[in-house]
DNA sequence: AACACGTGGTA
DNA sequence: TTACCAAGTGT
């Protein structure tokens, strides 16, 4: 390896002292989080950008301080708090977590990252990130910022592989500092979501640019990534819309007002039976439906 | 391993 | 305006 270890560690850590964001999941002056606190953010922040989450956040912890809290309520309450977060599964799933975690753990978020990967919805990214942040366990923390960090500074390209390789869990390993493993892990996502930005990289603004391999090859361009799943009139679009109905509505909506959302009947009546089937609606009676009331 | 799963901001 | 992208997970 060409590049220092030392140096890059110091650089990032430097780095960050100096551009945290004070997040309001984060601990205040270097004392350890709420660890619950730590697990919502970490829910809502899947998938889903920060300035987002802010106000969603606030107020979801406002109402539930605790998992029992949460674990009180009906998941449809938490789907409908959600709000336009999208995914809402993740909300269902926050819901069932903190059931789990109310009846089988003491009503504490579990410390440890096997135990917390077998809660719904905590794959390898959150659990290694509530062990981390909550915890100051020392894991190997690989969200999509620290892969790109990790992909431009050390193997020169712009953009991670769509999957995880065996390489790069290797290398991220590698470069885990044995002390202080959770800092290392949010000072280069925060570096990866303030200046390594996948669109527009603020290079200029960045500590290590003089031992960056994409930066030492000219910043070659990655290869074009296929193009996605087009949005419009796809099944996600008029569940959302359904959905969306179903969390401003007070009460249970009848089927004719969920017809409206969308024109062509075979397309809506297999998302709204998907979303039944998901557990994300109800039946209540005929032609009548409803968020969950458990 | 590829695909489904919401939503809104940005270039 | 279309397309990309945002602290992923489950199947």
């Known amino acids: 390896m060409t590049t220092s ?23 205040r002056d270097g004392e350890r989080p709420d660890p619950w606190a730590v697990m919502v953010s970490e829910f809502m922040l899947q998938q889903t950008p920060v300035s987002r989450v802010l106000p969603v956040f606030e107020t979801w912890m406002e109402r539930w301080p605790t998992p029992a809290d949460l674990a009180a309520a009906s998941s449809g309450d938490a789907i409908r708090a959600w709000g336009r977060l999208g995914y809402p599964r993740r909300a269902q799933r926050l819901h069932a977590a903190a059931g789990a975690i109310a009846s089988e753990h003491g009503g504490q978020v579990p410390d440890d990252y096997a135990t917390l990967r077998e809660l719904p919805g905590v794959g390898d990214y959150t659990a290694a990130a509530i062990a981390s942040f909550a915890y100051g366990r020392h894991h190997v923390v690989l969200d999509t910022n620290v892969r790109r ?28 500092p044995d002390d202080d493993a959770d800092l290392w892990a949010a000072a280069t996502m925060e570096l990866g979501a303030l200046v390594c930005t996948a669109r527009a990289p603020h290079c200029e603004a960045c500590p290590v640019t003089d031992l960056c391999a994409w930066r030492a090859a000219g910043y070659p361009e990655g290869e074009q990534r296929p193009t996605g799943q087009a949005w419009a009139g796809t099944d996600r679009q008029v569940r959302g819309r359904l959905m969306a109905v179903l969390r401003d509505a007070p009460g249970p909506v009848h089927k004719t007002t969920l017809d409206l959302v969308w024109d062509e009947a075979g ?9 039944l089937d998901d557990g994300l609606a109800v039946l209540v009676e005929d032609d009548l439906f409803a968020l969950p009331g458990h």
């Open 5 to 27: 270890l030392p140096m890059l560690h110091d650089r990032v850590l430097t780095w960050f002292a100096a551009h945290r964001r004070d997040l309001p999941w984060r601990g």
């Open 149 to 176: 960090v990790f992909t431009r500074v050390i193997a020169g390209e712009q953009y991670p592989a769509k999957a995880v390789t065996a390489a790069e869990r290797t290398l991220a390993a590698d470069l885990l």
């Open 267 to 275: 397309q809506r009546d297999r998302c709204l039976a998907s979303l």
